[in-house]
């Protein structure tokens, strides 16, 4: 059984791997089952700060709950996650648990953003508020600094005229890019992405990636689980094959879409496609 321990002072957490690579999100060897059920099988991923990285994989992979871990909604079992060069919050060294303090953990919990296939937006509260809500508990900003900061942010997704709007009287595309609105106001250094147009109706998807492919090409470093595949090729610098809870694949939406090495791939891409 592991054994929880304090550990006093930040220099604790310097992973060697980290400095070297510069790399924005690292899994390394991360392992993560569900009861009996293994999810996640020793993955590794490196991902380049300003990158769009696109998972791809059947359902039932383990996209999702690796987006999870990289959010630090779920605990790998194995192995460990850093963000900007920064443990996630926790690192198992054999049976040892090493676990930043509660405050800690949140701080860096924010600087990532996640949009979810169903919106998520609070139903009682407008866009605008949507989007103030989370910069003014964590950040402490003032709420006029923060409904200016909003304001920018509707215009960006395309929804200046929407700030007073409650969600149930926008478009399931609208909401989306509500969503995608407060992501982007905390500022985060990674935004993830869980099958963000998969829960639209099919004419209410292309507005919705093309917020996304705007913020791709600003240098935003992204990680997007998708089934558009076409959209994929667009925008991903790199392309992440999982299958059964490990990277089977992993290159350029080149390589992995015109000459995947995998017959698994290659199964996958015939029948998404
Ligand atoms: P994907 O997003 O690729 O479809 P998921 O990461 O959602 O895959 O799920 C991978 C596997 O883990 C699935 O078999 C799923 O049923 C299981 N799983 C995911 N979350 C949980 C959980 N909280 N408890 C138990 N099993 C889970
Ligand atoms: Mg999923």
Redesign the pocket.
């Known amino acids: 059984a592991a054994t929880a321990a304090r550990v006093p002072s930040r220099a604790a957490f310097a992973v060697p791997i980290e400095a070297g690579t510069g790399a924005a999100v690292s899994l390394q060897g991360v392992g993560k089952a569900?009861?009996e059920?293994t999810?996640?099988d020793d993955v590794h991923l490196e991902l380049r700060a300003g990158s769009v990285t696109v998972?791809i994989?059947?359902?039932?992979?383990?996209?999702?709950?690796?987006?999870?871990l990289i959010n630090h909604l779920?605990r790998a079992d194995s192995g460990f996650v850093t963000v900007g060069g920064q443990l996630i919050g926790y690192r198992r060294d054999g049976d040892t648990l090493y676990e930043l303090p509660e405050g800690e953990i949140r701080r860096r919990r924010a600087e990532v953003g996640m949009v979810f296939q169903g919106f998520n937006l609070f139903p009682h509260m407008t866009a605008l508020e949507n989007i103030i809500e989370a910069p003014i508990a964590v950040r402490g900003i003032s709420r006029a600094q923060a409904e200016q900061q909003a304001r920018t942010l509707l215009e960006r997704v395309g929804l200046a005229d929407k700030a007073d709007a409650f969600p149930r009287q926008l478009s399931g595309g609208q909401q989306q890019r509500v969503a995608i609105a407060r992501a982007l106001a905390l500022q985060p250094k990674v935004l993830l992405f869980?099958?963000p147009t998969s829960a639209l109706d099919p004419e209410l998807v292309s507005e919705v990636l093309s917020v996304i492919e705007e913020l791709a090409s600003s240098g935003t470093t992204l990680v997007i689980?998708t089934h558009e595949l076409g959209f994929a090729r667009r925008v991903a610098d790199h392309v992440v094959m999982?299958d059964q809870?490990r990277v089977i694949e992993q290159g350029t939406p080149d390589a992995l879409f015109e000459h995947p090495r995998q017959q698994r791939t290659a199964d996958f891409l015939a029948k998404t496609l």
């Open positions: 569900f009861g059920q999810v996640l998972l994989g059947p359902s039932g992979a383990g996209k999702s709950t690796l987006l999870r779920e869980d099958e689980v999982m809870g």
